[in-house]
């Protein structure tokens, strides 16, 4: 009997390691966000601009706002600013704030952006790393106003985890920065 149980056993273990061990292959997240709309926001304000139906925007009697993407826990505060003879000192003061994440970022690109017809001129920055804000913006008519805002998430920095959300994110505030248009005096 104990012959046969070794005899036994052998051949499932012949039989079992016969074949040969294949890797799975590596596997990734996979997230997916849904379509974006766009719907106009008209405001008191002396700009409007459409945001994604995702979002919820809240605005302040001084013409800031905060567009509100709960789904995400990410948030875009956006700062109006008068220009009064300044427009310089505002510009040279919204680069300030983005660049003192030069600290910590691995880097900060600048994207120009010009639509001469609805004089919207400004910039978008992509700040890599792990820092509070990864995109940045400013755009004036060079005249009369100036609109910066900032993304944040609501979770400790980690750019790697957070980037697909940031591709997402950008192309919104891209959008928002294509529809901007500054009314008229």
Known sequence: ????????????????????TIPKP????KLQYPATNYSKINTNCPYNFEIS???????????WSTIDY??????????????????????????????????????????PYEDFNKRVFGKLYNIEGNVATNIQFRVTDSV???????????????????????????KDIIHLVETLEWKQQ
């Open 144 to 170: 009369n106003h100036v609109l910066s805002g900032a993304l944040y998430f609501y979770a400790k920095p980690n750019y790697d985890s957070i980037l697909p959300a940031l591709k997402y994110l950008e």
């Open 26 to 29: 590596k596997s990734y997240l």
């Open 70 to 111: 709960p789904k995400l826990k990410a948030k875009i505060h956006i700062t109006y600013r008068k220009v009064d003879h300044n427009l310089e000192e505002i510009l040279k003061e919204v680069e300030k704030l983005t660049f003192e994440h030069t600290i910590k970022a691995d880097a900060i690109n600048a994207l």
């Open 1 to 20: 009997m104990k012959k046969n149980s070794i005899f036994i056993f052998l051949t499932f273990l012949m039989i079992a390691c016969g074949d040969e």
């Open 53 to 63: 139906t995702h979002a919820k925007i809240h605005l302040k009697k001084n013409c």
